[in-house]
């Protein structure tokens, strides 16, 4: 039975639906406020990279059962009515229903009667009666119709569901939804709206235990020299357990960060690209996971560094998140798991320590990364940009786009023309213009010259210097421009007040004319514009420089992050005069900056840059009552740092700013951050921590170089490492639950490290106060040089209770000299330089970490060594009869 279904939201949840639907045979109609999304839609252009779902959008807008609108009151005029918003993320960074209240408002008064309003999306239980009392509506029915979709297989999942469940309080209206569904074969569960809201998270929460015990078993396999392959086989092959997500690895575990996050990345020492998670994962993808290094911090550098990546992973959560505050602004979301790099506001002179998301305070304290490494290698740093890259990106060919030859490259043309087609030779040698491609076959270079794509339109050239004049322009352009189209027309346009503005007018027409490019000044009523018509030009801004199109998406150019400070002050400068402000505070003297804008990826990229330079700017975010979107203000306040800053201002503006910060008698320090001693980071306090379930992909990367990372706005954060057993325990006790099952698991892997322990003093025969004690491999695990938590530690800490003298080799310690952070977990332990340094005299030798290279060392040279053969294998990495052969007592992990 075809119906008639309205699905208002065009994401990743409400597009499959709707194409699904279509599918199906419905007839649909999708809504979103995007204006430009919709109109991609309509031309068959499918946003989302999700398997099969172009090929059902392509069927549905063919077969006309598929179409999309930005008009939510079309799809109210249908029989059902599918809610797919997401639940929109505040200033603090909660989830709330606003957004499905708001759109509940505006489809209530025109709903036809007995329609069916669907909530789709994964939202909090309780929804549907908030809808119903949004609506007021009681000739309207509301069901809940959760969505079981796994990015990557979404379309399957629709189309092949383990089951449907809809939660209706009327009966008829649930046989009505199951009706949608027809030709879709799998279980129907019907039942209550709160039941089938909570199905949705009960079995992602069911999931996570599954998940998480099987790595718990896998702890204590490790433990006790079980094969989990075989564990899991032997447990999947009982039909009441199932092998489906009986694997051991980061299913459920794992500190990562939202794919909303950004960090400073570049590969093979290419450019620097500032980048969301998911926008990096899905580079590694493409290009590779090798090469890779990201912005990274350490104590004692005197700025941030590019540092190599280890690890890429990402994966799905369902579980909890924190959005972590702090003063000035700064707040980034992670998994509870996650570690940061905490101080005490006090004294940076000390290591910082780590802390657990879960166990942060508002007494902590977190670095934001100052200052900016020295790039030289960057590619984008080579002093100007080529428009022409651009040409792909436009949707052109060479053959499209006509060249307005300077002299040089006529007398090239005037000595090669034999080489062109014996049409075209006159005509091209009399105007003094090819096509791109005659350009090329007649290798005259593309430096000089003017491109354009009609006869009679703008020509620019090729080469556009990257010097302090066009990071101003470009700041002004970020601050006031737009990429216009009008048909196949684009534009490059800059709009200013309509008065009190004519110097910057002047400024960008002076600039492109000073390049040889036409610019057009226009004056309307409520602007006086700046524009320069190029298709080329456009797409070089949007597609090559990455400034983004609109107020909405704007985002600094990638180019900026390797170049000298100059640049980066003549980029702020032109984003403060186009749009920027200043003010008293009371009255004065006091003065602060401040700077607004609707991107939230400009808003970044501009803290991240007064960061380079040594600013701390505040960062506020709010909506105004009419708003839809948030603004983000960044301040800057402070006598010190305003003098610091006064270059942002105009000369006259500068003038008096600075007279004011120098009546004011007292410096009061700032309330907001602290510099201490080390000058390549401040310190801000959090303020605010938010707990709140998440379901959805999250991203780590691993950087043993430092640990660390800058992710969104400057933030220092650890990087991601494993969850371990005892954090997800405190984790579940936050939550008001006591996870005694997973308690028995941490018991048994600690009895383990006394077993281990105990062998080696049965090895020896006697006491070992004062007994020199041989130790291979320290780190948490081979190829790392983690320490945290790591299983060697908790053996030789047992060993040493008892008195004996650690001789300790780890590959991952360079010259027998640890990372001075480590000094603490290595106390009382002698580092050897090599492997068998580390044996000279020792009663025994431990093997605790499981490096390759200890399989291949001249075991004879080990025994000479050692006091007495005797080895104890905690990994089961050694060949046992070839050490028997050679008069070794061998001890291993389940082995005899």
Known sequence: MKSRVGVIGAGYVGLTT?????????????????????ARLNGGECPILEHGLDNFLREGLSGGRLRFTTDNLEAAACEFVYLCVPTPQGADGSADLSFIERVAAEIGPVLEPDAVVVNKSTVPVGSTLVVERVLGRSDVHVVSNPEFLREGSAVHDFMNPDRIVIGADDQAAA?????????????????????????????????????????????????????MNDVVLG???????????????????????????????????????????????????????????????????????????????????????????????????????????VGDGVDDAAAPTTKLAAELTTGDWLPVAQGSPMVLDDPANQGFGRILDGLDAAGLTPAQVIVRLDDLQARLLAERRSELPAARRHDAVRSSTLRLNELQTLRIPTLRGRFGTTTNGTYVPDVVPFDERFWRIIGLWLAEGHLGADGARRRVAWSFAPTGEDDLVDEVRAYWEGLGVKASVRQLTTTRSVSVSSRLLASWFEHVLGTGRSAYDKRIPDAIWSAPDVDKRALLRGLWDGDGSWSFVNGGPSVVLEY????????????????????????????????????????????????????????????????????QAKRILPTGYRRLVQKHAAWVRITDLDRRPYDGTVYSLSVPGAHTVVTSHGLVVHNCFPKDSRALVRIAEDAGYDFELLKGVIAVNDEQFDRVAEKAVELIGGPVEGVPVAVWGLTFKARTDDLRD???????????????????????????????????????????ADAYAACQG??????????????????????????????????????REALRRRDFAYAGIGRV
């Open 18 to 38: 709707a194409a699904c639907f279509s599918h199906l045979g419905h007839d649909v109609v999708c809504t979103d406020v995007d204006e430009s999304r919709v």
């Open 175 to 227: 046989i009505r939804v199951a009706a949608l569904y027809l030709g879709v074969s799998a279980p129907l569960i019907v039942t209550d709206p709160a039941s089938a809201e909570t199905i949705k998270y009960a079995a992602n929460a069911f999931l996570a235990t599954k998940i998480s015990f099987v790595n718990a078993i896998a702890a204590v396999c490790e433990a006790v020299g079980a094969d």
């Open 235 to 341: 447990m999947g092959s009982d039909r009441r357990i199932g092998s489906e997500f009986l694997r051991p690895g980061p299913g459920w575990g794992g500190s990562c960060f939202l794919g909303d996050e950004t960090v400073l990345v570049r590969q093979w020492r290419g450019p620097v690209r500032l980048l969301r998670f998911d926008e990096l994962f899905a580079a590694v993808d493409r290009a590779g996971a090798d090469g890779w290094e990201a912005l990274s911090w350490r104590v004692g550098e005197p700025t941030p560094e590019y540092l190599p990546v280890s690890r890429f992973t990402a994966r799905h959560h369902a579980g909890d998140v924190i959005s972590v505050r702090t003063k000035m602004g700064r707040r980034v979301t992670v998994t509870a798991d996650h570690p940061f790099v």
């Open 596 to 663: 607004g804008t609707v991107s939230r990826a400009l808003a970044d990229g501009m803290l991240r840059l007064l960061g380079d330079l040594g600013i701390v700017a505040r960062l506020e975010v709010g909506r105004t009552p009419k708003s839809t979107v948030d603004t983000y203000w960044l301040g800057i306040s402070g006598a010190d740092q305003i003098e610091s800053a006064l270059w942002l201002l105009p000369p006259a503006e500068r003038a008096e700013v600075g007279r004011a910060t120098g009546r």
């Open 790 to 832: 790591s299983p060697a530690l908790q053996i030789v800490q047992r060993l040493r209770k008892l008195g004996a003298r650690i001789q300790a080799y780890d590959p991952s310690i360079v010259d027998g000299k640890p990372d001075p952070k480590w000094t603490k977990a290595l106390d009382g332990i002698e580092i050897a």
């Open 842 to 879: 020792a009663a025994v030798l431990l093997v605790l970490t499981e490096w390759d290279e200890f399989r291949w060392l001249d075991f004879d040279k080990v025994g000479d060594a050692l006091a007495a053969r005797r080895i104890v294998d905690g990994r089961n990495i050694l060949d």
